[in-house]
């Protein structure tokens, strides 16, 4: 069993920066691909990001590529989002996952263990 916290959502004005963080409490954190998942009420589960277990792979949305980063930290148990230039439409609640497998997945479906997310808000 996984569990997952995520951390760093908040209220900011458009253009600026946030930094979300999910801490997991996993003795195996590198065995595990994690995803970052978005999703605003009424409205679908949207995929974001996801690292590979090891970090060496990686892979975006289409639309926020350039202004996401993903990363972790092993050593920490710890997975990021790093948000620049956000845009209103970033508005949403932020969930991170992860996966029993290392090997990275888009699919939300792919994943077996969720946090309880992160409200990120962005104002005009």
């Known amino acids: 069993q996984v569990q997952l916290v995520e951390s760093g959502g908040g209220l900011v004005q458009a253009g600026g920066s946030l930094r979300l963080s999910c801490a997991a409490s996993?003795?195996?954190?590198?065995?595990?691909?994690m995803g970052w998942f978005r999703q605003i009420p009424g409205q679908e589960r949207e995929f974001v990001a996801a690292?590979?277990?090891?970090?060496?792979?990686?892979n975006y949305a289409d639309s926020l590529k350039g202004r996401f980063t993903i990363s972790r930290d092993n050593a920490k148990n710890t997975l990021y989002l790093q948000m620049n230039i956000l845009k209103p439409e970033d508005t949403a609640a932020y969930y991170c996952?992860?996966?029993?497998?290392?090997?990275?997945?888009?699919?939300?479906?792919?994943?077996?263990?969720w946090g309880q997310g992160t409200q990120v808000t962005v104002s005009e």
């Open positions: 996952a992860a996966r029993r497998l290392a090997a990275i997945a888009t699919r939300g479906e792919s994943y077996d263990y």
């Open positions: 690292i590979s277990g090891s970090g060496g792979f990686r």
């Open positions: 996993t003795r195996t954190f590198s065995s595990n691909a």
